[in-house]
C-alpha cells in the first residue's frame, strides 16, 4: 500500500467522514488550539483598522467588550459539537434540511477559502518583504504567498491529529515573540502617550463600529467552533479550553495590532492600516516569524475546516467524500487563489459579508437546538433522506426566509443605518433568532429525545 493509500485509510479511520466522533481532547488542550487559532496575522491588522478612527482606549474597550460577546456564540455552537459529535455545517442539517443545509455549507467553504487566501497572501507579503530587505533579491509576494499556503495544506491533511498536536507549540513560540513587541512598543511609550493622539473623525470609525467590527471576527471563527470543540472529552472542557482560548488570542492578536500602529504614530511614521510590512520594519525578524507562524497555525485550521464541511455535507456510505482527496482538492484551489492580491484591499467588506452570512445561521442554529429540539437531536439527522431532518423535500423554508431576513438586516444596519449604542451584529442577532422561534413554535418538542438522541450515545 502505497503512503497516499496508507494515509486515506488513516483518516478514514479516524471519523474524518461526518459521523459523530468521540471526545478525547482535554480543556487544556482545546485552549491551546484556540489559543493558537487566532493569534494570527488577519486579527492584529484588524487592530490596525481603528485608530486614529478613535482614541486607543475606546478602540481597546471595543476589543475587549466585542470579544466577550462574540465568544459567546462561539461557545454556545461549540457546545453542540461537544454534545452530539457533529462538525458546525453538519448540525445545519438539522434546522435548515438535510438539503437545505448545502446552502450554509456552500457559504461556509467560500468563505473560509476567502480567509485562506487572504491570511496566504499576508504571510507572503511578509516573508517577501523580510527577504527582500536583507539579500536585495527581487520582490515576489505572488510566489512566496504560494509556497506558504503549500505548506498550510500539507499540514492540514493530516486531519484533526496533526492540528492538535502543533498547534500548542505555535501557540507558545508565538506568545512569547508577542511580549517582545509588547514590550519594545511600551519601553518608548507609555499607554497615555498613545491615549493623547489625535483621532480623525473623516475616518467615521467609532465605538460602535469597532465593536461590530470584532464581533464579525467571532462569528467567522464560530464556523469552525463545533469542527474543533466535538473532540473536546465535555462539553465543560470544550467551552472553557474555547472560551479562555479564543478570548485570550483575539484580544492579545488585536491589541497588539492596535498598540504597533499607535508606536507607529507616535513615533511619527504614516499610518498603515492592514499592512504587515510596517511591522516587520519597526520589529524587525521577531514579528515576521509570529505573522508566519501564526498563519501556518490558523490556516491549517481554515482548509481544514474548508474540508470538514465539504465532507460532512453528504451522509449515507454511497454519498460520502473521503477526507483525503477533497483536502487535497480545496487545498490546490486554495493555493492557486493566494494569487489574488486585490482580495486585500476589500477586507473589512469581506468581514462585514461574513457577519451578513452567518449571524442569522447561527441564531438560528441555537434556537433550533436548546428551544426547538430540547437539546436533542436524532439520529436522523445522519440520513441522506428523509426522517424528522427532511421537512419539505429536504428544505426547511422557515429557516431559509429566516435567513435571507437576517442577512439582509444585517447589511442594512451596518451599511445603510448603524443602530446607535448596539450596532448591526446584536440587532441582527436578535432579530434572527425571534423570527425563527415564531415560526418554529408549533413544531416544538414536548420533551428531549432521549432514545436515538446523538446526545445519549456519547
Same mark, same amino acid.
Request: hydrophobic residues 55%; proline residues 4%.
Given at each position: 500500500?502505497?503512503?497516499?493509500?496508507?494515509?486515506?485509510?488513516?483518516?478514514?479511520?479516524?471519523?474524518?467522514?461526518?459521523?459523530?466522533?468521540?471526545?478525547?481532547?482535554?480543556?487544556?488542550?482545546?485552549?491551546?488550539?484556540?489559543?493558537?487559532?487566532?493569534?494570527?496575522?488577519?486579527?492584529?491588522?484588524?487592530?490596525?483598522?481603528?485608530?486614529?478612527?478613535?482614541?486607543?482606549?475606546?478602540?481597546?474597550?471595543?476589543?475587549?467588550?466585542?470579544?466577550?460577546?462574540? *465568544?459567546?456564540?462561539?461557545?454556545?455552537?461549540?457546545?453542540?459539537?461537544?454534545?452530539?459529535?457533529?462538525?458546525?455545517?453538519?448540525?445545519?442539517?438539522?434546522?435548515?434540511?438535510?438539503?437545505?443545509?448545502?446552502?450554509?455549507?456552500?457559504?461556509?467553504?467560500?468563505?473560509?477559502?476567502?480567509?485562506?487566501?487572504?491570511?496566504?497572501?499576508?504571510?507572503?507579503?511578509?516573508?517577501?518583504?523580510?527577504?527582500?530587505?536583507?539579500?536585495?533579491?527581487?520582490?515576489?509576494?505572488?510566489?512566496?504567498?504560494?509556497?506558504?499556503?503549500?505548506?498550510?495544506?500539507?499540514?492540514?491533511?493530516?486531519?484533526?491529529?496533526?492540528?492538535? #498536536?502543533?498547534?500548542?507549540?505555535?501557540?507558545?513560540?508565538?506568545?512569547?515573540?508577542?511580549?517582545?513587541?509588547?514590550?519594545?512598543?511600551?519601553?518608548?511609550?507609555?499607554?497615555?502617550?498613545?491615549?493623547?493622539?489625535?483621532?480623525?473623525? *473623516?475616518?467615521?470609525?467609532?465605538?460602535?463600529?469597532?465593536l461590530d467590527i470584532v464581533i464579525y471576527t467571532a462569528i467567522s471563527w464560530t464556523v469552525l467552533s463545533a469542527d474543533l470543540n466535538r473532540f473536546a472529552r465535555s462539553p465543560r472542557a470544550g467551552a472553557v479550553g474555547a472560551g479562555l482560548g479564543y478570548t485570550a488570542s483575539t484580544t492579545l492578536a488585536m491589541l497588539m495590532g492596535?498598540?504597533?500602529?499607535?508606536?507607529?504614530?507616535?513615533?511619527?511614521?504614516? *499610518?498603515?492600516?492592514?499592512?504587515?510590512?510596517?511591522?516587520?520594519?519597526?520589529?524587525?525578524?521577531?514579528?515576521?516569524?509570529?505573522?508566519?507562524?501564526?498563519?501556518?497555525?490558523?490556516?491549517?485550521?481554515?482548509?481544514?475546516?474548508?474540508?470538514?464541511?465539504?465532507?460532512?455535507?453528504?451522509?449515507?456510505?454511497?454519498?460520502?467524500?473521503?477526507?483525503?482527496?477533497?483536502?487535497?482538492?480545496?487545498?490546490?484551489?486554495?493555493?492557486?487563489?493566494?494569487?489574488?492580491?486585490?482580495?486585500?484591499?476589500?477586507?473589512?467588506?469581506?468581514?462585514?459579508?461574513?457577519? *451578513?452570512?452567518?449571524?442569522?445561521?447561527?441564531?438560528?442554529?441555537?434556537?433550533?437546538?436548546?428551544?426547538?429540539?430540547?437539546?436533542?437531536?436524532?439520529?436522523?439527522?445522519? #440520513?441522506?433522506?428523509?426522517?424528522?431532518?427532511?421537512?419539505?423535500?429536504?428544505?426547511?423554508?422557515?429557516?431559509?426566509?429566516?435567513?435571507?431576513?437576517?442577512?439582509?438586516?444585517?447589511?442594512?444596519?451596518?451599511?445603510?443605518?448603524?443602530?446607535?449604542?448596539?450596532?448591526?451584529?446584536?440587532?441582527?442577532?436578535?432579530?434572527?433568532?425571534?423570527?425563527?422561534?415564531?415560526?418554529?413554535?408549533?413544531?416544538?418538542? #414536548?420533551?428531549?429525545?432521549?432514545?436515538?438522541?446523538?446526545?445519549?450515545?456519547?
Amino acid at each position: 500500500m502505497n503512503l497516499y493509500r496508507r494515509l486515506d485509510a488513516h483518516l478514514h479511520e479516524h471519523s474524518e467522514t461526518g459521523e459523530p466522533v468521540p471526545g478525547t481532547l482535554s480543556g487544556a488542550r482545546i485552549f491551546m488550539i484556540w489559543l493558537a487559532a487566532n493569534l494570527v496575522v488577519t486579527t492584529m491588522l484588524t487592530g490596525t483598522l481603528f485608530v486614529p478612527g478613535v482614541d486607543y482606549s475606546t478602540a481597546a474597550l471595543g476589543i475587549l467588550v466585542g470579544t466577550l460577546l462574540g *465568544a459567546v456564540v462561539l461557545i454556545t455552537i461549540g457546545s453542540i459539537g461537544t454534545r452530539t459529535g457533529l462538525a458546525t455545517m453538519a448540525l445545519t442539517r438539522a434546522p435548515f434540511g438535510l438539503r437545505g443545509s448545502m446552502l450554509p455549507v456552500a457559504a461556509n467553504i467560500i468563505i473560509l477559502m476567502g480567509w485562506s487566501w487572504v491570511q496566504a497572501m499576508l504571510a507572503g507579503i511578509t516573508v517577501d518583504h523580510l527577504i527582500s530587505t536583507y539579500t536585495g533579491a527581487a520582490s515576489n509576494p505572488i510566489l512566496w504567498s504560494v509556497i506558504c499556503q503549500t505548506i498550510v495544506v500539507a499540514l492540514a491533511i493530516f486531519g484533526h491529529q496533526g492540528i492538535a #498536536k502543533i498547534e500548542p507549540w505555535l501557540a507558545a513560540l508565538i506568545l512569547g515573540l508577542m511580549g517582545f513587541v509588547f514590550y519594545t512598543a511600551f519601553s518608548a511609550f507609555s499607554p497615555a502617550d498613545f491615549q493623547n493622539l489625535p483621532t480623525d473623525p *473623516a475616518l467615521g470609525l467609532d465605538g460602535v463600529v469597532v465593536l461590530d467590527i470584532v464581533i464579525y471576527t467571532a462569528i467567522s471563527w464560530t464556523v469552525l467552533s463545533a469542527d474543533l470543540n466535538r473532540f473536546a472529552r465535555s462539553p465543560r472542557a470544550g467551552a472553557v479550553g474555547a472560551g479562555l482560548g479564543y478570548t485570550a488570542s483575539t484580544t492579545l492578536a488585536m491589541l497588539m495590532g492596535l498598540t504597533g500602529i499607535s508606536y507607529f504614530l507616535a513615533r511619527g511614521q504614516d *499610518a498603515a492600516e492592514f499592512d504587515p510590512t510596517p511591522f516587520v520594519d519597526s520589529f524587525g525578524t521577531v514579528v515576521a516569524l509570529v505573522i508566519f507562524l501564526s498563519v501556518m497555525a490558523t490556516n491549517t485550521m481554515v482548509v481544514y475546516g474548508m474540508t470538514t464541511s465539504a465532507v460532512t455535507s453528504h451522509t449515507g456510505r454511497h454519498l460520502r467524500l473521503r477526507f483525503l482527496p477533497t483536502a487535497l482538492g480545496l487545498g490546490l484551489i486554495s493555493i492557486i487563489g493566494a494569487t489574488w492580491m486585490a482580495l486585500l484591499d476589500a477586507f473589512a467588506d469581506f468581514l462585514a459579508l461574513i457577519g *451578513a452570512f452567518f449571524i442569522p445561521v447561527f441564531a438560528i442554529m441555537l434556537v433550533d437546538y436548546f428551544i426547538i429540539r430540547r437539546a436533542s437531536y436524532g439520529r436522523d439527522i445522519l #440520513k441522506a433522506r428523509d426522517g424528522a431532518y427532511w421537512f419539505s423535500g429536504g428544505v426547511n423554508w422557515a429557516a431559509i426566509v429566516v435567513w435571507v431576513i437576517g442577512a439582509a438586516a444585517t447589511y442594512v444596519l451596518g451599511y445603510i443605518w448603524v443602530p446607535p449604542a448596539v450596532g448591526s451584529a446584536i440587532p441582527a442577532f436578535v432579530l434572527s433568532a425571534v423570527l425563527y422561534l415564531a415560526l418554529s413554535w408549533n413544531r416544538r418538542a #414536548k420533551r428531549a429525545d432521549t432514545g436515538e438522541s446523538l446526545e445519549a450515545s456519547r
